[in-house]
């Protein structure tokens, strides 16, 4: 529906974060028109930011959906992150850097379980920095297709000005593909790593979570 594209549902972090600028917004209008009108704007970007639309998802495991909105920034060989053990085994990575006007919410690129989650805590560099996926405040996600035993990784990653990585899963739990697992703050970044399969996206292509396809067999 029309009013969905325009006024879609925010996630559940958002409306805090929402109820302070709109505190602040009538706080600051009733001492001057010109700021009060400066924090309307500020207060449509928060509510914009956590935005949450719904997506149409292909609901085809042979292909790998984005996991985030965004720039593609990297698409390279390497090794598997050691936080999950994976350090002799070679992937292909895409790097998807999220500026403050995307959409921030994270997506399973197939449907599977999910056997790990590990957080680790680190800096906040700038997320679009190769080496942010090596230092920065990151969160990783082991996804297997019980079907096909494919193994993927998600790694969510803080950026300069993120300061909270939400999790909206467990261990165990079962995915269908597109489903949310989670949200980053304000600037950010998603890697994804696969194997076996061909890539579909090139470095500067823009994505949609959910919808854009990654990857296929």
Known sequence: MMFDKIFPKIHQEGYKFLAISGVITLILWSISNFFGFIFILITIWVYYFFRDPERTIIK?????VSPADGLITTIKEEMGPIEMGLEKKSFIKVS????????HVNRTPFSGKIEDIFYKPGKFLNASLDKA???????????????????????????????????????NQDLKQGERIGMIRFGSRVDLYF????????VGQNVIAGESLIASF
């Open 133 to 171: 996926s090596k230092e920065n405040e990151r969160n990783y996600f082991k996804i297997k297709n019980t079907k096909t035993n494919e193994e993927i990784i998600v790694v969510q990653i803080a950026g300069l000005i993120a300061r909270r990585i939400v999790t909206q899963v467990q261990k």
């Open 195 to 202: 194997n076996k399969r061909k890539v579909m996206v090139k």
């Open 96 to 103: 998807i850097f999220m500026n403050v006007f995307d959409c």
């Open 60 to 64: 085809d495991d042979n292909y790998l």
